[in-house]
């Protein structure tokens, strides 16, 4: 008995880490956003839902950019309201890029990646935090500093693991 409930046991760890194996493996050939998962992309690699990361920082709103206006940085697209926000990132990107590749950033606190509200933000020593939605804001904003330490902590041991892969 003992001897056929390892065998049973070992082939079921087999059966899980070739199936997460493959999974990894599966996504990251459907979509080139997911190779890396370090960015939270839409449709065509399109960061933060198509607004302009510069006018959260300069407008101190979100503000949906145009299409006419974009730069590619990191694997991702981003696109601006005008000319004059497009030069800053294309001068600067890290200045302006969003923290934790633009996933919620409760989310990293806890270990996941979940998708943004671009309503749902804040700017804290010059860095862009984006949430998935306004009560999850709140709760971040209650201990944001140690949120923000914890986040960093994590964001270097998920940052390169798709979001599926992590149990949203």
Known sequence: MATYCRSTAGRAAKFVVIFVFAALVGMSTLDPAWASGENNLGSGGVALHGYDTVAYHTAGKP?????????????????????ANHDAFAADPEKYAPAFGGWCSYGVRVGKKFDIDPHAWKIVNGRLFLQLDPGTQKVWLKDMEPNIAIADRIWPSIMAVPAEVLGN
Do not use: I, W
């Open 63 to 83: 503000m949906k950019g145009q299409a006419r206006f974009q730069v590619e940085h990191g694997g991702a697209r981003y696109l601006f309201v005008n000319k």
